[in-house]
């Protein structure tokens, strides 16, 4: 088993306490250990926050820890009441789209509680799609689809497997900041030279959808879906993604982001 399937395993296995514990720790270690990476964080923090933070890494390490020790829980009964008592603000925009043409494709980004949004709209009787590549680490790959097979959410790379969910009245969702697959669009609202997936730009144009904006992340004891109005270009999204994650930056995963490089 690699060493990511193993961290996964052993936050799935632990009481939530406990997990939170040791996913601060698993990545606050590998932070401590990839100069690289923390010079990324460094870097793309000071890009979008306009000023430096030679400690943000620590602050960054611990909030993901947190985050990704809390999504492990996918499945159980403590973490089912938090996604039914979640918050939506913003609900109404997204029904007022569904009453209207039924098609919505949401833009997200590795920030938060991402991997938990979808199962919080399938909880509410949404059909789900999302657009998910495979990951090159099998092990890992396997226990991440233990985690996502737990709520009624289908993933797929298959871009007509989405255009097929999308008309028939679907959420589908995207990671837009993913690094692996796909040609990028330019966004230059985020820093110049960003990123983002160009897959659901073109399929929300194919198919006369809406595209909305969507953020997860945990407020003090209570669980927050933020939704945005609808916007028409990667652009637009970036100019709604950097006023949400500078307000909360520890949330976002500072590396690995879709660049041009110079």
Same mark, same amino acid.
């Given at each position: ?36 990476? =923390? ?15 030679? *400690?943000?890494?620590? @602050?960054?390490?611990? =909030? ?8 492990? @829980? ?6 089912? @009441? ?8 913003? $609900? ?10 039924? #098609? ?7 920030? *938060?509680?991402? /991997? ?7 909880? =509410? ?9 495979? +990951? ?11 985690? #996502?097979? +737990? ?9 007509? $497997?989405?255009?097929?969910?999308? @008309? ?14 796909? =040609? ?8 110049? !030279?960003? /990123? ?25 004891? #209570?669980?927050?879906?933020?939704? !945005? /109005? ?33």
């Amino acid at each position: 088993m690699s060493i990511l399937a193993a961290c996964l395993r052993l936050l799935r296995i632990l009481p939530p306490g406990l997990a939170g514990e040791a996913g601060r720790a698993i990545v606050l270690s590998y932070l401590a250990v990839s100069p690289r990476v =923390r010079r990324e964080i460094r870097r793309n923090h000071a890009r979008l926050c306009g000023r430096p933070d030679a *400690g943000f890494w620590l @602050k960054q390490g611990l =909030r993901l820890g947190q985050n990704l020790a809390l999504m492990s @829980k996918s499945g159980t009964r403590g973490l089912d @009441k938090w996604l039914d008592n979640a918050r939506l603000d913003g $609900e109404n925009i997204l029904e007022q789209i569904m009453l209207r043409n039924g #098609r919505a494709v949401v833009l997200s980004l590795h920030y *938060g509680l991402w /991997e938990l949004l979808p199962e919080t709209f399938a909880r =509410r009787g949404y059909r789900v799609c999302v657009g998910a590549g495979d +990951q090159r680490d099998a092990r890992l790959l396997a226990e991440i689809l233990q985690l #996502r097979s +737990q709520h009624g959410v289908r993933y797929t790379d298959s871009l007509t $497997e989405m255009r097929d969910a999308l @008309k028939g009245g679907s959420l589908v969702g995207f990671a837009v900041d993913n690094t692996g697959r796909g =040609r990028g669009a330019m966004c230059d609202s985020v820093w110049p !030279g960003f /990123e983002v997936l160009r897959t659901p730009f073109v399929l929300a144009q194919e198919c006369s959808a809406a595209l909305v904006p969507m953020l997860m992340r945990k407020n003090g004891r #209570r669980l927050t879906v933020k939704i !945005g /109005e609808p916007v028409y270009s990667p652009d637009e999204f970036g100019i709604w993604a950097r006023r949400e994650i500078a307000a909360y930056p520890e949330d976002w995963v500072f590396w690995g982001k879709r660049e041009v490089k110079a």
